[in-house]
């Protein structure tokens, strides 16, 4: 089954304002990494977390990770139009299937000009 | 340039027509993966492969076939597909994912069974 669960499944915002989508995951985990796609489009990776680290940084976006509680979190700060798109996370995690990479629904994420 | 390849990128069959859509990446990568995307569900996997000529099933393996007999390549085959499989599918590679390293995606095939 999908490891992933992102919350909130859609999330409107104005442009300037702060988007914080989190992800919560079921097992333990290698990396945790998210993807952004803009509408019926490919992939396109942001950033990826490793199961050592608590917070990473890249732009305007930040990732945090809390493995005890097995959730991680993006913020995208002074969003803009263009981040309109749907964001994924993804886990690398051990198990029956070591090594492979599974997808959450995604967050749905509008920001309005 | 590095990227991933699919073909074709819209298609249109009808019910039992065996189709098979390709995925070819131009990285060396060792692993693939294939899934498809439907409204409200997100990306599930169909299948994936670690290495050439190893291949498992991921969430919703049935009714598709896959192989990978050389490192570059890895199509995904519908025997005879339905029209619940109609849907948006993406191929993804990468470096061995130990590695913490990111996937690559093709553009995505838009499959409809009719």
């Known amino acids: 089954s999908q490891q992933g669960e992102e919350d909130p499944q859609a999330l409107s915002i104005q442009e300037g304002e702060n988007a914080t989508m989190n992800c919560s995951y079921k097992t333990s985990i290698n990396n945790l990494q998210w993807y952004r796609q803009n509408s019926g489009r490919g992939l396109v990776h942001l950033i990826l977390?490793?199961?050592?680290?608590r917070e990473k940084h890249s732009g305007r976006l930040r990732v945090t990770l809390d493995t005890s509680k097995k959730s991680s979190s993006l913020l995208i700060t002074a969003s803009r139009a263009a981040d309109t798109a749907s964001y994924f996370c993804a886990t690398v995690y051990y198990g029956g299937s070591q090594g492979n990479l599974i997808f959450g629904k995604g967050t749905k994420l509008s920001v309005k000009p | 340039e590095a990227q991933v390849t699919q073909n074709p990128r819209y298609l249109i069959t009808v019910t039992g027509k065996k189709l098979t859509v390709t995925c070819s990446q131009n990285?060396?990568?060792?692993?693939m993966s294939w899934y498809r995307q439907d409204p409200g569900l997100g990306l599930r996997q169909i299948y994936y492969?670690?290495?050439?000529?190893?291949?498992d099933k991921g969430d919703v393996p049935e009714g598709y076939k896959v192989s990978r007999k050389e490192k570059r390549n890895f199509p995904l085959i519908l025997e005879s597909p339905s029209p619940n499989q109609t849907s948006l599918y993406f191929c993804?590679?990468?470096?061995?994912?130990?590695?913490?390293?990111?996937?690559?995606f093709g553009q995505g095939t838009r499959l409809t069974v009719v």
């Open positions: 977390i490793r199961s050592n680290e």
């Open positions: 990285m060396n990568h060792e692993y």
């Open positions: 993804a590679s990468s470096p061995p994912t130990d590695m913490n390293t990111e996937a690559f």
């Open positions: 492969s670690m290495n050439v000529e190893v291949t």
